[in-house]
């Protein structure tokens, strides 16, 4: 009976995953936009290609320093379909591939919370079709960072319920994952930091060996990243985007971190509004009220939150719009895979909707506007005691 229901719950998220690419291939099909000139897809374009016929990193013929490869590492194998008029056709479906393939750890993470496969399999079916999924279609970094990053949160989850104090393969899965993001988005290096941190904010003597190794395992493993791209490159330099990038913050100066501090600000209450403020809000508040597990994944994922956000201000923000006092613009595909655990652990608890019910009154659920079927489903499942 137990496999026969773990290959109906498997079947089902395959067939909700299979359903998910087909719709988003069609949209990709009659899908016109261009790849815009002098922006990032440009340049992972360019990348992909020298990488496929090269095997190397350059655009327009000179060597790029560049540490986010493997994006367009993946997007490289579309030159083997090569066609004037279908290669933009293919980079997309690979895309739209990769980035539906959310689901599975998405499923995993719901299933481990919510402490049920129905409602595991509503909530993928919920993550397969939030706006952001159609960043699937564009040539974006995000498409591949997307199912890499939820990867990480649910091993980093599996770990904290496994064995927090001991090294497992969890923990060092988790590792790996945050070494991968970073070599995807270089936004992403603050998940190993915040992992990292989260360890030693409840540090013991058994977890000291486990930090120290960890710390190690991370920091070779971006080496021999780092090193492996200088030797596809012939140890060439190339030009460096980052360098640039960071000499537009100084002078640092007073007016800089009112910036700075304004930036911070936006981004919080942006990120709120964007994931419908309940999700965040109300977790983070009731956080005592979760089980012990949910309690350090909130303040892992917390870590994760602060530091992106700072990330993202300092540089981004700072030297994009250097001399702003406020941002003009959201970066909000930087932060949307930090939305789903959130929304996942707010259906898990039963405080969170009588708190809703009595300061809100209404549904604020932002764009996604389901809220009202969402909290039904939460409703059932704490009525629903059969698990599975």
Known sequence: ??????????FGVFMIYIIGCLVYVMCASNMSVPVHLKVDEELYLAMAKSFHYQHNFQKAFSYVNYNCVLYSILISFAYYFFNPENIMFIVRTIGIIVMCSTVFPAYLLSEKILKNKKYALLMTIFVLFIPDMIDSMYIMQEVLCFPITIWCFYFAYRDMDYNEDC?????ILTIVFSVLAFFIKTNMIILLPSYIIYLACR???HKIKKIVFLS???FTLI??????????????????????QIMALFPITFKTFMAAINGIIYYVIFFLLCTGILPVFVVLKNTNKYRKTEQKFILYLSLCLILLILEIVITIFLTEEAGALYPHKFLFRYLFALGIPFIILFFSNKENDAFCKKKFYICLFDNWRIYDSLLFFAKKQRNDSNYG
Do not use: F, P, Q, W
């Not at 009976?1 to 498997?10: A, L, P, S, V, Y």
């Not at 090294?167 to 923990?171: G, V």
């Not at 080496?223 to 640039?244: D, F, R």
């Open 223 to 244: 080496v021999l990243g780092m090193l492996s791209i200088e030797l596809l490159n012939g140890m060439h330099s190339g030009s460096n985007h980052y360098a640039k």
């Open 1 to 10: 009976m137990k496999i026969r229901n773990i290959d109906k719950t498997g």
């Open 216 to 218: 190690i395992l991370g």
């Open 167 to 171: 090294i497992n393969r969890y923990s």
């Open 203 to 205: 540090v013991n003597k």
